[in-house]
């Protein structure tokens, strides 16, 4: 594929950063995004401008047809798609959001400027009031967006309604977006800005879509035109030729092949490395188990998810039944049960921190403990229930844990709830320079490289604009991975990696040969990541993990392991 | 005018469905109703935008004042209402059922 400018015009390709590694042809549906129209925008009847009065009557028109519009979806939604589309109605249906624009435009001002107004009041509020509330503030513009169409007589913006399967474009995606999206219509998905460890990728990344994020000029593109979308690559093609739609078909036919070995990961020479996959529900551990991807067990179950969108938290029976499920389906294969990590980019309306200026260096994860102690007890609980109940036992571990002695107080109530094997996460730098102190204390450790990348270089994940900084290649963030690897070795317990970089075969490698003994990601990427594994040595990885932290940048070391890997894996994965 | 000062007793504070249920059962009881923090600028009490920015805790006091001849009557059914833990799963029917009846 040949370079191209960031931004080429339609024809050329467009560059992003890729999330996934597959590769697919399809139509453009595009996400449309908030109408752009000056606040003074005047509105017209007939050609004359409209009176305060008919100003009035649209927007009030306009109003009660996005309440109606956005109650007929969620009655034809389920699950968490219906709620998000229930609460956008319930705001776009507000007593004060309506009286209080109507009030202006009655006052003469223009609608939009009017409506505006409004919204920017109470999106003020909310993020004052931060939290929970912080992140309605996306739905409260999305009602703004809707209103302001309608007036208009604009498009309706928002997720489209995919009639085939189709490449969905959007500037960003927010929660709400993605959750409205009819997946088994969406090809893959490309945004403009995010970045590769935002929400929506990680989402993609969970289904199996190949995502590229941070593509410039994607929004351009016209709807229905097909485009070659390349998440190994990072690359939006449009109009993509014979040979390259021939490539892609090369690309499946080796991804199958790929698919075929389900044997548990090891290196060339027969060094065992634990492949297990990421899941958030027991639903997701019942599609692991079914797909045939050779997951060897669960390496984080990420139980928040249990706890997200709910005003209180469920219920040690209710927690006890999820985790139960999990275990059966997996059946008896070991699987790894974070406890909750929310806090910072994952409130919970029940345990809010309203007034943290920093949420990501706030009380989160583990430390939710010292504000409500009653939260990790109960799941502790239920996770001993869990294994009675299965006859099974779950491994459990803390999220954001940043002393030995916190690690000491988790093991000793997680033991005394009856599970035994106990352990942390690597997330804080301050844990992977202490890792000694830290191993003596549990039985595993399970590096968590985005927040690990996240704490180390000092940049927020959710920054798009920022992720050359968050790459885990980054020799400072491998220099605290290799620091933790060599204590668990030292100590002789499990060292695991379950962030995005275990996903990614080439650091896989890297990974390997600092001596990290599992890798843990989304089910889809075991495959190439096994194969990776299969045709190098032990030896070769260390090779690897050396001329990484030997590379003064990200993309110096990334090129060095690159150029020490087999060919036969660089072409076949397109790395 | 009257006037009335409640302690909410939803373990959630005034948010998501407590919010909910809150300002329907203002909406449908045809009489406008403020709600104010303690010391606070009042609202409009039929708004779930404001009464969820507003960000009442568990516990913390609010003051509802409402006009007109029903205004004690109203307001004594929605101090009632905000005594109640309306996170619980069976208080969304009882305030449902109060709001249709009312």
């Known amino acids: ?575 | 005018m009257a006037e009335r000062t409640v302690a909410v007793a939803s373990r959630v504070g005034l948010h998501a469905r407590p919010a909910m249920l809150f300002t329907q059962a203002v909406a449908a009881c045809g009489v406008p109703v403020t709600i104010a923090k303690q010391g606070g600028p009042p609202v409009d009490a039929s708004s779930i935008l404001f009464v969820m920015s507003l960000g009442v805790p568990h516990g913390e006091e609010v003051v509802l004042t409402a006009h007109g001849e029903h205004a004690d009557r109203v307001l004594d059914e929605l101090v009632a209402l905000l005594s109640t833990d309306l996170d619980a799963p069976e208080a969304g029917a009882d305030a449902a059922a109060a709001g249709a009846s009312s």
């Open chain 1, 1 to 575: 594929m040949t370079a191209a400018t960031v931004g080429a015009p339609a024809g050329g390709v467009l560059h992003g950063v890729g999330v996934g590694r597959r590769a697919v042809v399809g139509p453009v549906a595009q996400v449309r995004p908030a109408p752009v129209v000056p606040g003074d925008a005047v509105l017209t009847v007939d050609g004359e401008p409209a009176t305060v009065a008919q100003t009035h009557a649209a927007v009030e028109r306009a109003f009660t047809e996005v309440v109606d519009g956005l109650r007929a979806q969620a009655a034809a939604a389920r699950g968490t798609v219906a709620d998000v589309l229930a609460a956008t109605a319930q705001m776009a249906a507000d007593n004060a959001l309506r009286s209080q624009t109507l009030a202006r435009v009655d006052a003469g001002e223009p609608p939009v400027a009017a409506l505006d107004g409004v919204v920017q009041m109470f999106a003020t509020m909310f993020e004052q009031a931060g939290g929970y509330l912080a992140e309605r503030v996306t739905d409260l513009r999305s009602v703004r967006d809707r209103v302001v169409a309608r007036v208009l007589g604009l498009p309706d913006p928002g997720v489209p309604h995919l009639d085939h399967p189709s490449v969905v474009v959007a500037r960003d995606l927010a929660p709400a977006d993605t959750a409205a999206l009819d997946l088994d219509k969406v090809l893959a998905i490309v945004t403009e800005l995010g970045g590769p460890t935002g929400h929506t990728a990680i989402i993609a990344g969970q289904l199996g879509l190949p995502c590229v994020v941070r593509v410039a000029g994607v929004t351009d593109l016209e709807d229905g035109v097909e485009v070659a979308v390349d998440a190994a690559a990072g690359t939006v093609t449009p109009h993509p030729d014979a040979g390259l739609r021939a490539a892609y078909e090369r690309r499946h036919a080796a991804e199958e092949l790929l698919g075929a070995d389900a044997d548990p990961g090891a290196t060339a020479d027969g060094h065992a490395v634990a492949l297990l996959a990421n899941i958030g529900t027991a639903a997701d551990a019942e599609r692991v188990a079914a797909s045939g991807a050779g997951a060897e067990g669960v390496g984080l179950f990420r139980t928040e998810v249990l706890f997200l969108e709910r005003t209180q938290a469920p219920t040690v029976e209710e927690q006890t039944a999820a985790y139960a499920a999990a275990l059966r389906a997996m059946g008896g294969r070991k699987v790894v049960v974070r406890t909750l990590d929310a806090g910072a980019d994952k409130p919970l309306a029940f345990a809010a921190q309203h007034d943290e200026e920093n949420p990501a260096l706030g009380v989160r994860g583990y430390r939710l403990v010292r504000s409500a102690p009653e939260l990790l007890r109960t799941q502790l609980e239920a996770l001993g229930r869990a294994q009675e109940a299965t006859g099974t036992t779950p491994w459990v571990m803390a999220p954001m844990i940043a002393t030995a002695d916190e690690a000491r107080e988790f093991a000793a109530a997680a033991r005394a709830a009856g599970v035994a094997t106990v352990g942390v996460m690597v997330e804080v730098p301050a844990v992977a320079l202490r890792a000694r102190d830290v191993l003596a204390e549990v039985d595993f450790v399970s590096l968590g490289t985005n927040d690990l990348a996240q704490y180390t270089m000092a940049t927020d994940r959710l920054r798009g604009e920022l992720a050359d900084l968050l790459d885990a290649w980054q020799p400072a963030v491998l220099d605290l991975v290799a620091t933790t690897a060599a204590a668990g070795a030292e100590a002789g317990k499990p060292v695991g990696v379950c962030g995005e970089s275990a996903s990614d075969p080439l650091m896989a490698l890297v990974l390997v040969g600092m001596g990290v003994t599992s890798l843990s990601m989304a089910a889809g990427a075991l495959p190439a990541v096994r194969f990776a594994l299969r045709r190098h040595t032990r030896e070769q990885c260390v090779a690897m993990a050396a001329a990484a932290r030997g590379a003064r940048s990200a993309a110096d070391g990334r090129a060095a392991v690159l150029a020490l890997a087999e060919a036969e894996v660089r072409d076949t994965l397109a790395l």
